[in-house]
């Protein structure tokens, strides 16, 4: 163990009742402090440091450090020597608390509590806590220089009890115990601190320090460290000091003291006399003072001196006296009103204590006033519209103007709003306010800046708008036909309403249209109407929207939605026509009537009709509003027998009108014969042509509008066939299998339907082409010659045989190259209609084509039916 010397000691003892201090080593003199471990340990208690097993590298010298954390003030001891003995053997032994903690302790209510513990032993002990009755430890502990120390920050009554130390080695262990107590008193504490004060020689110093605790507590007053020694100057009353005519030996550190029965805490300050002459060089007059005519200037002089120099001016050689333009203030100002060009020229203050003079100069430079020659003025304007408010000035020529705007007392910045523009030369700075909008209404102010001087001026611009939306629309009475609205007026930016226009919106319409109204024209100063022509049994929206002499305004609002009363059906419907159908049928057709105009529930249609030539009407009802047909069947209708025919409309509330009487004939009879001389031939593996004769005019009894052509092939049943619907007496069949037989029949059509199918033909589509395209291609170029040669393709069993080949090629004039395809030539299809014999089939053609680019090509057809390998082509 070593320990501080002994006046250090009773140093560090004296300091401990007045200061919080901490005690630190240093080891060999090096900068760091000496690191605490389980083998080292500092106490903050009595500044000892304790090694628990010494060895080899523990010999040197060690130094105590105590530092004052109040004044940050630090004190070094002697150096003390530790030497190894070596004519002995340290033999191991049971660990031996040297530091431990009080028996009891009373402890305050949110006071911390350190608890310090340390053993010597060999081998070096081990240290934990714990508490004897068994509960554990505050989550809040914390344990620190390797479990020589136990803190219990905030303290709280449940820490309270017995708290045991463990100190353990392999040779036994040793154990400390003392009683935490809980004291239930007020935790004394601060109300009001001190602060540092740097004060001039001569001055008064006022310091105050208060404390709250329980019991009341009592001040002491400290200086560097030692009661402060009162006289005359000094006054202590309590927390309160007073210091009268401070001088310099009053500099040094102040405590404040705040002590009852439970403990003390202390409040530091530094006091710092300071005694100079005056020092103009932190605070120079201002060189250049540059002021309007007819301004005022304030010329500031404010040296650092202690004590408070007296200051006096002087301009030029001459010292200034108060007169009725110019005051010398206490604080040494200088200020000088309604100037003139006179006052231009050097000023000097000059400043004076017992410990010296001296003095800083500026120069007051007079210059014109700034006016603003042509202000901006108000100015009514309409939307859309460019106005310009002007703003010129008269100044010093040697002063620049700055223009800025200010709009409702916000600055323009014109690099980021597209509608202001400020324009004008170097005395003016006016104002473009390009495509005015309603948002532009407000008060514009341009304000000059110089160097010297601020001048503004103000105008208001008005702009004039379409109206604004009207306000609280509301729908009253409803009938069928109209519904009476109310509204109330909106801003009508600076331009009267003129009048008032009505729109409504139902599901049926597109958007909103404009409506009918009572009166027919709604002005300005009218806020109710009545809407007429409305539809009954239909929802509808309502807006107003407002006019002006400048424009058609915002629509209000939507109304709520409201529906129109039921009312009789008054529109018929339209286009009552018929005919066709089947055998023995009446057809009758018509438009059904829009929902918007069926004026009520339980809408419907009464069809009407009879023969030509009689009287008496057969009615039906037809109790759906989107029915549009009505068929009557009677098989001893004949064809095409002529009726008369009306349709009406009803709802719940009664009969509406009928359409106007049209005639309309009954259906026709089905074709009673079939086509003749129907003939197929194939084209392809895919593709037959079929032929007929069309039936007679007689075979019908209505216009023959199409056949149908029945196909299928062997094994399937007719019913299954495909169809195809022709108006010709040609037709093309496609997307056949190759090699497949197939039947082919024929049937007219009219609008009765079709009449009876023609005997079924046979017809077997050809092989398909060959699936294989020629191979190894081989091509020589010779000047303008080109031989080909390649494979030839040889069919499969099932495939069509070749009977010669197609080669195509495409020519790029700027590239000078050829592109060639050469493809088998297996079948043909002639485009035209088919010879009335249709025995000889067509020789092959030959097509190449000659391209100057892939879209645009020449057709060259060669004469010859199938071209030999090789082949030379000779392109033009």
């Avoid at 302790?105 to 508490?131: D, M, Q, Y």
């Avoid at 519209?385 to 002063?399: G, T, W, Y």
């Avoid at 249209?513 to 007429?532: C, E, K, L, N």
Wanted: aromatic fraction near 8%; include cysteine.
């Amino acid at each position: 163990m070593s320990n501080c010397n002994v006046s250090l000691i009773l140093q560090v003892e004296n300091w401990t009742q007045l200061l919080y201090i901490k005690y630190s080593w240093v080891f060999n003199g090096r900068p760091s402090f000496l690191l605490q471990d389980t083998r080292r340990f500092v106490s903050q208690r009595t500044g000892n440091l304790y090694i628990a097993k010494v060895e080899a590298s523990d010999v040197g010298n060690y130094t105590c450090v105590v530092r004052n954390m109040m004044t940050n003030a630090t004190v070094y001891s002697s150096p003390t020597p530790v030497e190894l003995r070596r004519d002995a053997v340290m033999a191991e032994y049971e660990p031996k608390i040297e530091v431990q903690f009080p028996e009891s302790l009373h402890v305050t209510k949110g006071s911390s509590v350190k608890l310090e513990c340390f053993a010597l032993g060999n081998p070096v002990p081990a240290i934990t806590w714990r508490r004897t009755d068994g509960n554990p430890l505050p989550g809040k502990m914390k344990i620190n220089h390797s479990n020589g120390v136990l803190e219990i920050p905030y303290f709280r009554p449940e820490d309270a009890g017995a708290y045991e130390c463990v100190a353990e080695n392999s040779r036994g262990k040793n154990i400390a115990k003392g009683q935490l107590i809980f004291q239930n008193v007020e935790h004394l504490h601060w109300v009001q601190t001190l602060k540092d004060a740097h004060m001039a020689i001569e001055a008064n110093l006022q310091w105050e320090c208060r404390a709250s605790g329980k019991p009341k507590p009592v001040y002491r007053w400290l200086k560097n460290g030692e009661p402060l020694v009162l006289e005359d100057r000094i006054l202590v009353e309590g927390g309160r000091l007073a210091v009268s005519r401070i001088n310099l030996l009053d500099s040094g550190m102040y405590q404040c003291l705040a002590e009852n029965e439970h403990g003390a805490i202390y409040a530091s300050a530094e006091l710092k006399v300071v005694a100079s002459a005056p020092d103009f060089s932190k605070s120079l007059v201002k060189k250049s003072m540059l002021i309007q005519r007819g301004g005022e200037v304030i010329m500031e002089c404010r040296p650092h001196a202690s004590p408070k120099a007296s200051i006096s001016w002087r301009r030029g050689g001459e010292f200034l006296k108060d007169s009725k333009r110019r005051t010398i203030m206490e604080d040494g100002t200088l200020r000088i009103t309604n100037i003139s060009k006179s006052d231009g020229g050097r000023y000097t203050c000059v400043a004076r204590n017992p410990f010296g003079t001296s003095s800083s100069t500026g120069t007051l430079v007079v210059k014109e006033p700034t006016k603003i020659t042509v202000p901006p003025l108000s100015v009514d304007a309409t939307v859309g519209q460019s106005i310009v408010l002007p703003c010129e000035v008269s100044r010093d020529s040697s002063l620049d103007p700055t223009f800025k705007w200010f709009f409702n007392g916000k600055l323009i910045d014109f690099n980021k709003q597209d509608h202001f523009e400020m324009i004008g030369g170097e005395s003016a700075g006016d104002l473009m306010v390009r495509n005015i909008q309603l948002k532009h209404s407000g008060k514009y102010v341009c304000m000059v800046h110089t160097v010297v001087d601020s001048v503004s001026a103000a105008a208001h611009l008005i702009v004039r708008g379409p109206p604004g939306a009207p306000e609280g629309l509301m729908v009253g009475e409803i009938t069928d036909s109209s519904a009476q609205l109310s509204w109330g007026s909106g801003p009508d930016n600076h331009s009267p309403v003129t009048t008032y226009t009505i729109q409504a919106r139902t599901p049926f319409s597109i958007g909103w249209q404009a409506v009918r109204t009572v009166p027919d024209s709604v002005p300005g100063q009218m806020f109710h109407a009545t809407v007429i022509d409305l539809n009954p049994w239909v929802d509808y929206e309502f807006r107003v929207v407002a006019i002006n002499n400048v424009g058609v305004g915002e629509p209000s609002m939507q109304s709520k939605q409201i529906r129109t009363k039921a009312a009789v059906p008054e529109v018929a419907p339209g286009n009552v026509s018929g005919g066709g159908g089947s055998r023995g049928e009446l057809v009758i057709q018509w438009e059904p009537i829009p929902e918007e105009l069926q004026n009520g529930e339980e809408f419907g249609y009464i069809v009407a009709f009879r023969s030509l030539g009689t009287t008496t009407w057969k009615q039906t009802v037809l109790a759906s509003p989107d029915a549009s047909r009505y068929t009557f069947r009677n098989d001893s209708i004949p064809p095409l027998s002529q009726f008369e025919v009306k349709v009406g409309v009803y709802n719940n509330k009664g009969e509406g009108p009928s359409s106007h009487v049209v005639v309309v004939y009954s259906a026709e009879e089905e074709p009673s014969v079939a086509p003749s001389r129907v003939w197929a031939r194939t084209l392809s593996a895919s593709e037959i042509e079929v032929y007929w004769e069309p039936i007679p005019q007689t075979a019908s009894s209505g216009n023959i509008i199409g056949y149908e052509v029945l196909c299928w092939e062997e094994g399937v049943q007719e019913s299954d066939a495909e169809m195809v619907k022709v108006t010709d007496t040609v037709a093309l069949l496609s997307g056949l299998m190759g090699s497949r037989l197939y039947l082919i029949s024929v049937r007219a059509q009219n609008s009765a339907g079709a009449g009876p199918s023609s005997p079924a033909v046979n017809v077997t589509t050809k092989k398909p082409p060959p699936s294989q395209p020629p191979g190894n291609i081989e091509w020589n170029l010779t000047n303008s010659k080109i031989f080909l040669k390649w494979e030839h393709v040889k069919a499969m069993g099932n495939e069509s045989e070749v009977t010669g080949y197609k080669v195509s090629w495409k020519y790029k004039p700027q590239h000078f190259q050829y592109h060639i395809w050469i493809v088998p030539v297996w079948s043909y299809k002639i485009k035209k209609s088919v010879p009335s014999d249709m025995t000889q089939n067509k020789p092959v053609s030959l097509l190449c084509w000659f391209c100057t680019d892939e879209d645009s090509c020449l057709s060259i057809s060669l004469n010859t039916a199938v071209v030999k390998r090789p082949a030379v082509f000779e392109p033009a």
